[in-house]
């Protein structure tokens, strides 16, 4: 099995969750395509729902396959928002922001009920650390942000794609930021997050419900 196979494989079982009447959320990223598919699919067989996206791209998809979205003023809560990952620690808490929406998937992950996250086994870790921490910072004074992250001992790369600077979909930038081994996210999170230019990082922190995992023999496995 390929890595897209473990992914829709993930993506699929933790679709089970979602029933009639629920709020969703709709993740970002190549794991999360898979659930929107899948929901489109359910859609299609006549679940009712409604829906929110984390990204551009993932409204996109969800408006071509037909999956009923609302404007987020039009809801209080999530009753399960589906999303990937980029790690997993033991305690399952995340790195996020591989595909760099990170901003929004953590608002929609904070407001929901059952914060759902689907990965292929590869992504799970005793600790986090090994993929590069995405840091969302606005553009004003981004050297000035920049030295700041230097000084909690990284080097910090904004992030280009195709040969351009990587901007958000909230017009800001990523720094990715190697810290190593991230052995406290919790208070590594908070001291991210009071440097002025910092929007927000992508350390999910005690916020996830299950993790969906789909090992490289095709077995899944869930985590509480
Ligand atoms: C996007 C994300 C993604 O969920 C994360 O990068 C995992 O992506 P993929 O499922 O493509 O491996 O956080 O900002």
Redesign the pocket.
């Given at each position: 099995m390929n890595a897209d196979d473990l992914?829709r494989i993930a993506a699929e079982r933790a679709v089970e969750w979602i029933e009639d009447g629920m709020t969703v959320g709709l993740?970002?990223?190549?794991?999360?395509?898979w659930a929107i598919r899948r929901i489109g699919e359910r859609v299609k067989e006549g679940l009712s729902i409604r829906a929110a996206a984390?990204?551009v791209r993932s409204e996109r998809l969800a408006e071509e396959l037909g999956i009923p979205l609302v404007p987020l003023e039009a809801i209080g809560r999530f009753d399960v928002t589906i999303?990937?990952?980029?790690e997993v620690d033991d305690r399952l808490n995340l790195i996020?922001?591989?595909?760099?929406?990170?901003l929004r998937?953590k608002v929609l992950a904070d407001a929901s009920d059952r914060f759902i996250v689907?990965?292929d086994g590869t992504?799970l870790v005793g600790t986090l650390g090994a993929f590069p921490l995405?840091v969302e910072i606005v553009p004003f004074g981004a050297n000035l942000t920049l030295n700041r992250l230097k000084e909690l001992g990284v080097d910090p790369i904004v992030r280009e794609s195709g040969g351009e600077r990587y901007v958000t979909d909230n017009g800001n930038w990523i720094a990715d930021c190697r810290f190593g081994t991230i052995d406290d996210p919790k208070s590594l999170t908070v001291r991210l997050n009071q440097i002025p230019g910092v929007v927000d990082n992508?350390l999910f922190v005690g916020m996830t419900w299950a993790v969906v995992a789909a090992g490289s023999d095709g077995g899944v496995k869930v985590l509480k």
């Open positions: 992914k993740g970002t990223g190549s794991t999360a395509y984390s990204s999303d990937g990952a980029d996020k922001g591989g595909g760099g929406a990170l998937e689907i990965v992504k995405p992508g």
